[in-house]
């Protein structure tokens, strides 16, 4: 039972290059999230979705869009990346609103923009 | 703005001893407050959670004491491990709406 799984693990970009994150859940959840982990600050919501075709901003959404076409897939694109952007990214996922105490996170992809 | 203030942001015990982190909010609108557990190079996952109707709530070694009145809320881990060591998250929510985390308390269980 793989849960929620982040490719990739690792990422370098240059300031000013694109990528895409992407995050798969095989537990049939309805509601997913990408936050943003930096030292001290906690973690941070970037944007969620609530169903397949929907997406909403969170707290720090600057910067970053998602895309939910699948509803087992969430991705999280940077379209210019910036050093400030530098962190390290979780996917989560939840099976309802009713259940979004009991968030089932991936393993993280560690983001470094030079 | 943090709406979750946690303290300590470190935190070292001794092995046998007792581990509290204590976390305050605001919004007097959350009716769901969770405890995540990390482990370097991993993604956090749940530990133990509260609703506001009991002031406390019991797993293993893990409590969480609930102060409605004082809008703080508090994880104490008895009979610490090593193996405990790990950044703790409070968190709090409205229902149906996402998770506000505090920003994290770094334990480390000394042998």
């Known amino acids: 039972n793989a849960g929620v799984t982040q490719t990739p693990k690792f990422r370098v970009l240059k300031t000013g290059q694109s990528m895409t994150l992407l995050c798969a859940q095989d537990?049939?959840?309805?509601?997913m999230y990408w936050y943003r982990q930096d030292p001290g600050m906690g973690l941070r919501l970037i944007h969620y979705s609530v169903g397949e075709g929907t997406t909403a901003k969170g707290e720090v959404p600057d910067g970053y869009n998602v895309s939910r076409l699948k509803k087992q897939n969430f991705l999280l694109g940077l379209e210019s990346a910036a050093p400030s952007q530098t962190s390290v990214y979780f996917c989560?996922?939840?099976?309802?609103?009713?259940?979004?105490?009991?968030?089932?996170f991936g393993s993280g992809t560690q983001l470094s923009v030079l | 703005q943090q709406q979750v203030k946690q303290s300590p942001q470190s935190l070292i015990v001794q092995k046998g001893g007792i581990s509290i982190i204590n976390c305050a909010y605001e919004n007097t609108a959350f009716d769901y407050f969770p405890w995540y557990q990390q482990f370097p190079g991993k993604g956090p996952a749940l530990l133990i959670a509260i609703r506001p109707d009991v002031s406390e709530k019991k797993e293993g070694r893990f409590t969480i004491s609930f102060n409605k009145s004082a809008k703080q809320f508090s994880l104490h881990i008895m009979d610490s491990q090593p193996g405990d060591s790990a950044t703790y998250f409070c968190?709090?929510?409205?229902?149906?709406?996402?998770?506000?985390f505090g920003k994290g308390t770094s334990l480390l269980v000394t042998p």
């Open positions: 968190a709090a929510s409205m229902s149906g709406y996402a998770l506000n």
């Open positions: 537990m049939n959840h309805e509601y």
């Open positions: 989560a996922s939840s099976y309802s609103a009713g259940m979004v105490e009991k968030l089932f």
